[in-house]
């Protein structure tokens, strides 16, 4: 597809958002700002999003899907909604300062820029392929889904064939043989559980995880692998898991369960990490990442 085709325009302008991501540090603010206003594109015809709303749903989902910040909810919500302005796809309906919430709540409404979501609501596919791109770009394929639940899109977008829409050629190819490394390295087991499930030769429900996402700088590198348990890595992802500084299990106080099932992974809290000799360890630095980027909260009491 040619760039000047009104469809390559849309997704060059919506991809220029990627640039906010800088030294592997997390900045899902605008994008989820962009899924929240395709969602409500999607369900209603347009993306007008007042302030009144987007104050809460927009804090629940920086809240729930970007790094612990002690910057107040409001704020978090506030910093997107008039910085997105400045990419040239939003836009509000009076002229309010940078970041600041008062004049916010004096009946500000945001929505697509005009032409923008005049192409979205002409092309309704557009708004598939847009959320798609959006959400392989910032976040791994164990959370992506859960960012399309919360907007209210569809999870079954993200079966679409080939590269999200606006991928460069000289983007990161992903190693060939890295994920069965991984999970040979941690002797086919989950590092945080042991679970070891096998068909036919072949492991179930066993994947290798990223302790830095490979979307934000991390390496195809052994040092920068974990297998887990489709649960684990889950739970490692949506920060609600995490590693100390002696790579002994942590557990998020966010993370809550009634039944006996879901209590187990309490008993994960401090225990230190098993691995077969001679397995490359997580290097310290993409622990820290982790710890700073995706682990959310602070980790129950010892």
Same mark, same amino acid.
């Given at each position: 597809?040619?760039?000047?085709?009104?469809?390559?325009?849309?997704?060059?302008?919506?991809?220029?958002?990627?640039?906010?991501?800088?030294?592997?540090?997390?900045?899902?603010?605008?994008?989820?700002?962009?899924?929240?206003?395709?969602?409500?594109?999607?369900?209603?015809?347009?993306?007008?999003?007042?302030?009144?709303?987007? =104050?809460?749903?927009?804090?629940?989902?920086?809240? =729930?899907?970007?790094?612990?910040?002690?910057?107040?909810?409001?704020?978090?919500?506030?910093?997107?909604?008039?910085?997105?302005?400045?990419?040239?796809?939003?836009?509000?309906?009076?002229?309010?300062?940078?970041?600041?919430?008062?004049?916010?709540? =004096?009946?500000?409404?945001?929505?697509?820029?005009?032409?923008?979501?005049?192409?979205?609501?002409?092309?309704?596919?557009?708004?598939?392929?847009?959320?798609?791109?959006?959400?392989?770009?910032?976040?791994?394929?164990?959370?992506?889904?859960?960012?399309?639940?919360?907007?209210?899109?569809?999870?079954?977008?993200?079966?679409?064939?080939?590269?999200?829409?606006?991928?460069?050629?000289?983007?990161?190819?992903?190693?060939?043989?890295?994920?069965?490394?991984?999970?040979?390295?941690?002797?086919?087991?989950?590092?945080?559980?042991?679970?070891?499930?096998?068909?036919?030769?072949?492991?179930?429900?066993?994947?290798?995880?990223?302790?830095?996402?490979?979307?934000?700088?991390?390496?195809?590198?052994?040092?920068?692998?974990?297998?887990?348990?489709?649960?684990?890595?889950?739970?490692?992802?949506?920060?609600?898991?995490?590693?100390?500084?002696?790579?002994?299990?942590?557990?998020?106080?966010?993370?809550?369960?009634?039944?006996?099932?879901?209590?187990?992974?309490?008993?994960?809290?401090?225990?230190?990490?098993?691995?077969?000799?001679?397995?490359?360890?997580?290097?310290?630095?993409?622990?820290?990442?982790?710890?700073?980027?995706?682990?959310?909260?602070?980790?129950?009491?010892?």
């Amino acid at each position: 597809m040619s760039p000047s085709t009104p469809d390559a325009q849309v997704f060059e302008r919506l991809s220029s958002l990627r640039q906010h991501q800088q030294d592997g540090r997390r900045s899902p603010h605008k994008p989820l700002l962009v899924l929240l206003a395709l969602g409500r594109l999607a369900a209603t015809g347009t993306s007008r999003l007042p302030w009144s709303e987007a =104050e809460q749903e927009l804090a629940d989902l920086i809240e =729930e899907f970007g790094p612990t910040s002690k910057t107040g909810r409001a704020q978090s919500a506030a910093f997107p909604f008039t910085r997105l302005r400045s990419d040239g796809v939003w836009t509000l309906d009076r002229d309010v300062p940078m970041d600041t919430v008062g004049p916010l709540r =004096e009946g500000v409404t945001g929505r697509f820029e005009a032409s923008l979501e005049a192409a979205l609501r002409n092309r309704p596919e557009l708004i598939a392929e847009a959320a798609r791109g959006l959400v392989e770009s910032h976040f791994p394929g164990t959370v992506a889904p859960d960012v399309l639940v919360a907007v209210g899109l569809d999870p079954d977008w993200l079966e679409g064939s080939g590269p999200a829409r606006g991928a460069s050629p000289a983007d990161r190819r992903r190693s060939s043989t890295w994920l069965a490394a991984v999970i040979e390295a941690w002797d086919r087991q989950c590092a945080f559980c042991g679970f070891d499930g096998a068909a036919g030769g072949g492991v179930v429900g066993i994947e290798a995880a990223q302790v830095r996402w490979f979307k934000l700088g991390g390496p195809d590198d052994l040092d920068n692998g974990l297998a887990l348990c489709s649960l684990h890595h889950k739970l490692f992802d949506r920060g609600m898991l995490g590693l100390d500084d002696d790579l002994a299990v942590v557990v998020s106080r966010r993370f809550s369960a009634r039944a006996p099932q879901g209590r187990t992974v309490y008993d994960l809290h401090g225990q230190r990490l098993q691995p077969r000799p001679g397995t490359l360890l997580p290097a310290d630095r993409h622990v820290a990442w982790h710890r700073e980027q995706v682990f959310q909260g602070v980790a129950l009491a010892g």
